[in-house]
């Protein structure tokens, strides 16, 4: 499926975009330059155009600081979709870090890795927390890994602890993704593994099928945005983002997002909370 001509073209285009600009944000970043948090948002742009995807945004990113906006995980293209709509920066498995290419260019836009294999994750909590008491918006996928784009995985709560218990206001944002159209038809459950990467595929077979598709859109939906301190955990912080996101996740992709969303009830306030254990 797909074309061979496509694949070549999107490959070398790619290639010769991403090559001219790694060594500018490279020097802006060796130069503490103020631009290097908006510049990857131009590339990641121009890498939608490039690669074939039109993203459809609904809602606003949120512009206050620190803030953590918390999206569910599809696939590798997440990265390039979400990094077109927010100047931020991603909180990414430790295994990224030595992919080829891909993992200099997490580095360039200053990602934070993390081990979710470990039990312990007080390291990467404090690099969050370093992140977010400097201002910075992150990116995170609390599910931990990617589906299949059909469902939502449970998230996990132990890197939202984080947000908790510090002096400075923090934001969080749930965002919801999907891949909806192919050539402007509806993407159904049986053509969502040509998009979503998950279990145990492979990503140079996955990604050069994928190189080879047609016009692919993809919606984010940017719901209201959430006050850490009207939670009284962050169990209590997860369960709501999750509850947030699934729902806009499925209301994408049965291509119920034209009108107007439903309102959506207040975040709850801390009282009105069962008080979750941690972890």
């Not at 790619?14 to 990857?40: D, E």
């Not at 059909?150 to 969080?172: C, D, G, H, M, Y």
Request: include cysteine.
């Amino acid at each position: 499926m797909g074309s061979t001509v496509i694949r070549v073209r999107r490959t070398a285009v790619y290639l010769a975009w991403t090559l001219a600009l790694m060594p500018v944000q490279a020097i802006g970043l060796a130069l503490r330059c103020s631009w290097t948090a908006r510049f990857p948002r131009f590339y990641h742009r121009q890498c939608c155009r490039i690669l074939g995807f039109d993203v459809r945004r609904i809602g606003e990113p949120v512009a206050a600081r620190p803030v953590l906006f918390a999206s569910n995980h599809v696939s590798y293209t997440d990265i390039t979709v979400l990094g077109s709509l927010i100047p931020g920066s991603f909180v990414a498995k430790s295994e990224v870090a030595g992919w080829p290419l891909f993992g200099r260019l997490a580095k360039l836009q200053r990602s934070v890795f993390v081990d979710r294999q470990v039990r312990s994750t007080a390291q990467q909590r404090d690099a969050i927390a370093e992140r977010l008491a400097a201002g910075d918006a992150l990116i995170l996928f609390p599910e931990g890994t990617s589906a299949d784009g059909n469902f939502i995985l449970p998230f996990k709560s132990a890197l939202f602890s984080v947000v908790f218990n510090r002096e400075q206001a923090i934001t969080v944002q749930p965002v919801s993704l999907a891949y909806t159209r192919l050539d402007g038809l509806p993407i159904g459950r049986t053509l969502r593994p040509f998009f979503a990467w998950y279990g145990d595929m492979d990503l140079a077979p996955h990604l050069w099928r994928l190189l080879g598709l047609g016009r692919v859109e993809a919606v984010v939906e940017f719901h209201p945005p959430v006050a850490v301190a009207d939670f009284s955990s962050r169990k209590a912080l997860a369960d709501y983002c999750e509850q947030r996101i699934r729902r806009g996740v499925s209301r994408l992709i049965a291509g119920r997002d034209d009108a107007a969303p439903a309102a959506e009830p207040p975040a709850p306030v801390a009282d009105e909370l069962p008080a979750a254990a941690v972890g």
